[in-house]
Every structure is written in C-alpha cells, then in structure tokens.
C-alpha cells in the first residue's frame, strides 16, 4: 500500500509513540488527524512541543475513545487507522482497572466499529509484549500463549482478541501491532529509562529501582515508528499479529548500570521495595522473536540499546526538559 497522499487517523497521537508517529506519518507524506484526548486545558500532550509549521499541518481533533459518537465523527474521510490510544501503567492498573476495561476494551471496540462503518481500507491494532506474560519460551513469537499477568495486560489481550473477531467476522483489514519495550524521547517516567535518567541527571547520589532481575527487549522509538509504517504499507499484514522486537535481552539491572555509566558512575542503586510488583503479577523475561515482521515487510532494527539510550540522554539534558519530570516521585 502507497502511503503517501493517505488520510490517516492516529489515537493517542499525543502521547509517547504516537507523537513519533505522527511524524514518521508526515515525512511519509501522509495527511494526519490527531485524536487527542480532550482535556480543559486544551494540552496537546507532546503534540505541543512540535514547531509551528508542523503542527499547522495536523488536523487536531479533540476528543476520547471511550466516546462513540467522538470516534465515529474522528474517522470520517480516513483510509489508514492508527489506535494507539490506551491506559498503559501497569501499577495504576492494580488501583484502577475499571478505568482499564473502558479505556483499552470498549475504546478498541468503538475504533474498530466506526472503522468498519467508514469503510477504512486498514486498521492497526496496538498491543504490548505483556500480553505474553512471563516468557515460556524464549524468542517469543507470535504463536507463544497470552497470560494477563496484570489488569493492564489482561484488557489489552482482550483488545487483541476484539480486533482479531472484527478480521474472522466481518473480513475487516485488521493487523495487531506488537511493539515489545519501547523507549526514548518523550517517555513518560512510569517506565524504566526515565525513571533513571531523570534520578541520575538531577544529581542524586541513590537510584531507586523496583525489581533488577526482570529481563526486557528494548526498542528505540523511531524503530517502533518505523515497524507501524512498514506493517501499515505492506498488503502481507492484514489478519496478523506481529512482534516489533530486536532480540536482544536485557535486564532492569543491568540496564540500570549501562545508564549509570553513562551520567554518573559513582551512583548507587537502591532497591525501593514499593516499585516491585506483586510475585505473580512480575513479568520475569520478555524477549521477543521479529521474523514474522522481517518475513512480511522490509523492517529491520536501526538503533543499538547503546545508540538510543545516547539520543534518549541527549533529549533529557537538552532544553530544560529535565524541568517536565519529577525525580523525587514514583510515577505509577
């Protein structure tokens, strides 16, 4: 599929991902409408940190996805879906799953409906890597079976089955997109990397990290990004679920050295007993297999965890964006 000259819906384009995104999408050519989850103080999320000549190429629309009646006017004239819009802390899922089910159950459920009504020529679905839970087997592939280790993961394997129906039911161009841990610029600091970064650049001495044995497949971003694009552009996709993963694995402590070497050295890492998740709740290992992605499009990971950690550090140190973040508390 051509994607240039596309109208393209992206949900949740104001947040980490679909920020990158919407700007992958624009550089492809693409005519963006960014569903932005409607607040008082119209923020943009990070869709405001953009130059004003790019945001003047983006039609905003405002507006929730558990919201029907929203959903249905957002996707009026689009080709292409993109749903990214989610609750994504696996912490405050613990505090609020309610919020969860309506969020990433009923809010797919309303993309998938308005996209079926609409006619659009393809959706893509996003999941997560949790929905694997611990890893049975390792690379996990496509095929590996699904565990709702947390509320967070449970309503996103349900999202998945959703889409999956809409595809066997009603021969809607569905894919499931399946990012594994993605990170860099713009990541909120519920996630690891921030959480660090953030500790380390605004002088402490003691890192505070939950669990350091847990292992992860890191993604950069703009590799994230750049597995949407391909699985979008490419017909092969249609009715799949497919991993974006580099097959690598890392773990949280590990992690947490190779960022301490890179600002601060002498820092000492603390294990701070309120971020660690209930036992059976803990994902212990996620490494994932991308040959399915590599079989059906030209995608290929671009950025070493050395290289994007880099950039990521450099956008943290850069521009008073230190000063977005609070150190001092525990994001859930």
Same mark, same amino acid.
């Given at each position: ?83 990214? @819009? ?102 909120? @600091? ?76 002498? @820092? ?11 036992? @059976? ?52």
């Amino acid at each position: 599929m051509r994607l240039k000259g596309k109208n393209v819906l992206v949900t949740g384009s104001d947040g980490f991902i679909g920020s990158h995104l919407v700007e992958g999408l624009l550089d492809e050519g693409c005519k963006v409408r960014a569903f932005v989850y409607y607040n008082s103080f119209n923020s943009l999320g990070w869709l405001d940190s953009f130059p004003a000549e790019k945001l003047k190429k983006i039609d905003i629309f405002s507006g929730d996805v558990r919201d029907s009646n929203g959903v249905r006017k957002a996707m009026e004239g689009i080709d292409i879906v993109f749903h990214l @819009a989610a609750l994504i802390g696996i912490p405050f899922s613990y505090h609020s799953p309610d919020s969860y089910v309506d969020t990433n159950i009923k809010g797919t459920l309303n993309v998938l409906q308005a996209a079926r009504s609409s006619g659009a020529e393809k959706v893509l679905v996003t999941s997560t890597s949790e929905v694997y839970g611990t890893a049975k087997y390792t690379p996990i592939d496509e095929s590996h079976p699904f565990q709702g280790q947390s509320p967070y993961s449970a309503t996103k394997i349900a999202a998945d089955r959703i889409a999956e129906s809409f595809y066997r039911s009603f021969d809607m161009p569905v894919a499931i997109v399946r990012p594994f841990n993605t990170y860099g610029p713009r990541q909120s @600091a519920r996630a690891i990397i921030p959480t660090v970064i953030t500790q380390l650049l605004s002088g402490k001495e003691e890192i505070k990290i939950g669990s350091a044995h847990p292992t992860r497949d890191f993604v950069y971003v703009k590799d994230t990004v750049s597995g949407f694009i391909e699985i979008a552009r490419s017909d092969k996709t249609i009715g799949e679920e497919i991993n974006i993963a580099t097959g690598k694995e890392t773990s949280i402590g590990e992690l947490t050295e190779k960022i301490k070497g890179l600002i601060n050295p002498r @820092a000492r890492i603390i294990k701070d007993k309120t971020r660690i998740r209930p036992k @059976a709740s803990e994902v212990e290992r996620l490494l994932g297999d991308s040959g399915k992605i590599k079989k059906l499009t030209d995608w290929k990971a671009r950025y070493s965890l050395d290289k994007g950690l880099d950039e990521t550090i450099k956008w943290f140190r850069d521009g008073g964006r230190l000063n977005l973040y609070k150190p001092d508390v525990y994001n859930v």
